[in-house]
């Protein structure tokens, strides 16, 4: 199985600003993805990080405001840009091996915009 | 569309046996997935069943049933640390993870 390394674990941002999250897996990892949770709610897919391209995302979220990088296949960063309080959540990255059978995660990251 | 149902929530006992079901439409099916989730920690990998049948694993088991798109996680001899939320997955033909809400399960003394 592989571990996933995510940071920064939690941040208090002002509104307007942007923080970049970074995972980094302790091996190759086929798919990356990045999602968030509000509390008490289940995992949205925010996109796919897709190696060395544009990310693929999900209905309802743009490379403007989260533009994610994957320059290789064990780095994936998202930044959550030009925040609001509407934005504080959690984000978790995501990565599944060659065979697909178990998605991994990283610790997650608590955003909280004031 | 695709749509993953579990129950919000569930009570049981410690020492108890709990069953908590979900069901599943996706365009595809490649797998389903349970994770277990404590409040404010990432989601941990369970089981995956992509056949027919029970797949055992010490205390917990899961169970899947494609023609009715039903899965079911079976807990045993709860422990208190089993209180968390049970989050129910399954893999579409794109083998992208379709999430159900969770189900937060509450263990009792």
């Known amino acids: 199985s592989a571990v996933i390394s995510q940071k920064p674990s939690r941040d208090i941002c002002q509104r307007g600003t942007s923080l970049t999250i970074q995972c980094q897996v302790d091996?190759?990892?086929?798919?990356m993805f990045w999602y968030r949770q509000q509390p008490g709610q289940s995992l949205t897919l925010i996109a796919t990080?897709?190696?060395?391209?544009?990310?693929?995302?999900e209905s309802g979220f743009v490379i403007d405001k989260f533009p994610i990088s994957r320059p290789n296949l064990t780095f994936s960063t998202l930044t959550v840009s030009n925040m609001s309080p509407e934005d504080s959540s959690i984000y978790l990255c995501s990565g599944t091996g060659s065979e697909g059978t178990e998605a991994f995660f990283g610790q997650g990251t608590r955003l909280t915009v004031v | 569309g695709q749509n993953i149902d579990q129950p919000t929530e569930m009570t049981a006992t410690e020492g108890a046996i709990v069953q908590i079901n979900c069901t599943y439409q996706?365009?595809?099916?490649?797998?389903l997935f349970w994770y277990q989730q404590h409040a404010g920690e990432a989601p941990t990998f369970l089981s995956y069943?992509?056949l027919d049948g029970l797949e055992e694993k010490g205390r917990f088991s899961s169970f899947l049933s494609r023609s009715k798109g039903y899965s079911y996680l079976l807990l045993k001899e709860l422990q208190m640390k089993d209180s968390a939320s049970y989050l129910c997955?399954?893999?579409?033909?794109?083998?992208?993870?379709?999430w159900g809400a969770g189900t937060k399960l509450i263990i009792k003394p």
């Open positions: 091996s190759q990892v086929t798919m």
């Open positions: 997955a399954a893999k579409d033909s794109n083998y992208q993870l379709i």
């Open positions: 996706t365009s595809g099916f490649n797998g």
């Open positions: 990080a897709n190696q060395g391209s544009e990310a693929t995302y």
């Open positions: 069943n992509v």
